[in-house]
């Protein structure tokens, strides 16, 4: 018997050390029941450019994806984005989306721009799940989207993809 039950100062309801116990337990549960290794198919991704871009087709060309073809790994990849676009009031990139088909969610990142930011150029690193294509979207002010794609082989060690 513990002291707060013998002075009868225990409070009913849950302790702390049970609401810990539980959320831990909780948190085991949600972990094991989550699939592992769920990754996103090409249609999946490509479902989520075209809600992305609001349905509008995408054109080669004005994009320029700087990527490298094959990764050692995939944890930690350099990923350069630059759009031909002048920055004016009447002519300038409103965005930019990185979309990878194998990770677990397609949508890479994404950054907005206006003309006083001079430039449309983004550098980044991404972790990449496995051997798949990445893509760059631009969204420019007249509405139109232009796109680079490339498909990047990792490797994990050197060994396969």
Not at 24 to 41: C, F, H, I, M, Y
Not at 95 to 102: C, E, R, S, W, Y
Request: aromatic share 6%; proline share 4%; net charge positive.
């Amino acid at each position: 018997m513990t002291i707060t039950q013998k002075l009868g100062t225990q409070k009913p309801g849950w302790s702390r050390r049970g609401v810990l116990a539980a959320a831990g337990a909780g948190a085991v549960a949600v972990a094991v029941a989550l699939p592992r290794g769920a990754r996103a198919t090409a249609q999946e991704a490509d479902d989520f450019a075209k809600k992305l871009l609001g349905g509008a087709q995408a054109k080669a060309g004005k994009v320029q994806l700087i990527i490298k073809d094959v990764a050692e790994s995939g944890a930690n990849e350099p990923v350069r984005v630059l759009v031909d676009s002048p920055m004016s009031a009447t002519d300038h990139v409103k965005a930019i989306h990185v979309v990878a088909d194998g990770n677990p969610f397609p949508g890479v990142s994404s950054w907005f721009f206006t003309p006083k930011s001079g430039k449309a150029e983004v550098a980044f690193r991404m972790r990449l799940a496995k051997t798949q294509n990445v893509r760059a979207y631009a969204v420019m002010s007249d509405g139109s989207v232009w796109q680079a794609a490339q498909e990047v082989k990792v490797t994990i060690g050197g060994c396969g993809g």
